[in-house]
């Protein structure tokens, strides 16, 4: 079963460079079979991350948008998925920072009412239901700092789910070096999100909970 989830995701990858080599030289039918390619798999990505498939949606939206705003940046023969994942990520988290600030809300009378705890959707939420969006774009930053091969693996192993198998295939590399990326970028996240220094002390399940949460 892994070894047909990489063979497909190699394949998956090597369609997608194709097809931006194709748009970049002006194929306009490239972009549309890209986007066919790649949409399921980063809305399913941004849909993790927000907990809503409306904003997601929307976010998917803007993620393909900006891709094309960047596509002269793109190297060709290079595997854009890793890149097009970079772009969802930094876009959902400027999109949670601005619903941050956007929160203040002014009644039909014209006051100020006492604001709502709400999550990225608008809707109010409900107690201990999991960690705001003040915490998760405090996780996504801390994600944001780390070295771009470790963001990479913790991206897709962490967050994604995708095996150490599965990643390695979409980041061009292998397994150990996955496990090698991953495990270095969950302890300096870890550092980040709850002050522990990975040197002085063990990770605790308290610790990997906190860490989880903020992702």
């Known amino acids: 079963m892994a070894a047909e989830q990489r063979s497909e995701d190699e394949a998956v990858c090597a369609r997608a460079a194709a097809l931006m080599s194709r748009y970049c030289d002006g194929d306009r039918r490239a972009f549309d079979e890209l986007y066919a390619t790649l949409a399921p798999r980063i809305l399913g990505y941004l849909t993790g991350l927000v907990k809503e498939r409306a904003a ?29 994942y970079t772009i969802a990520h930094r876009t ?24 709502p705890s709400v999550d990225i959707s608008g809707s109010a939420e409900p107690a201990h239901e999991g960690p705001d969006e003040q915490t998760i774009a405090r ?61 002085a002390a063990p990770t605790t399940t308290a610790d990997i909970t906190r860490g989880q949460a903020a992702l």
């Open 56 to 84: 997601a949606e929307d976010l998917l939206q803007l993620t393909f948008i900006k891709l094309h705003q960047h596509r002269d940046v793109y190297i060709r023969g290079a595997n854009p998925v890793p890149w097009l």
């Open 92 to 115: 959902c988290l400027d999109e949670l920072r601005r619903r941050r600030r956007a929160r203040v809300r002014i009644s039909s009378d014209g006051n100020l009412p006492h604001e």
């Open 139 to 199: 996780g996504m930053t801390a994600l944001a700092g780390l070295p771009e091969t470790q963001r990479q693996a913790v991206l897709l192993t962490k967050i994604h789910g995708h095996s150490t198998a599965e990643a390695a295939s979409i980041l061009g590399t292998t397994v150990g070096a996955i496990k090698v990326r991953a495990h270095r970028g969950y302890v300096a996240l870890r550092h980040r999100l709850t002050g522990v220094d990975p040197l």
